[in-house]
């Protein structure tokens, strides 16, 4: 499966983004689907996860009750509604896909296929 993640920018802190990562193919429904975010200098962290039929989400402790993870098989699409945004908020975030997994891996490893990011940038 082939991902395009968009919707990134600039955006001021308290203010609201929303994600969207596109999947070719027909097998979407077949992937757990989460996004990581990487901020300049530090490791590829888990930010959130949503189950194959989309009724199950996980999320990181940083963006929990501001982030909500959504999917829409028939458009092949997950998204990723950023509210209420922080400064520490800033990276780049990937969109990933897993077909073995578990919606509860929060390593990167686990996960097959990746998008190519798109940077999120908050100013305080």
């Known amino acids: 499966v082939q991902l395009q993640a968009s919707g990134g920018g600039l955006v001021q802190a308290g203010g609201s983004l929303r994600l969207s990562c596109a999947a070719s193919g027909r097998t979407f429904s077949s992937y757990i689907m989460a996004w990581f975010r990487q901020a300049p200098g530090k490791e590829r962290e888990f930010v959130a996860s949503v189950s194959r039929s989309g009724g199950l989400m996980y999320y990181a402790d940083s963006v929990k009750g501001r982030f909500t993870i959504s999917r829409d098989n028939a458009k092949n699409t997950v998204y990723l509604q950023m509210n209420s945004l922080k400064p520490e908020d800033t990276a780049v975030y990937y969109c990933?896909?897993?077909?073995?997994?578990?919606?509860?891996?929060?390593?990167?490893?686990?996960?097959?296929?990746w998008g190519q990011g798109t940077k999120v940038t908050v100013s305080s």
């Open positions: 990933a896909a897993d077909s073995s997994g578990s919606l509860y891996d929060i390593t990167q490893y686990g996960y097959e296929y």
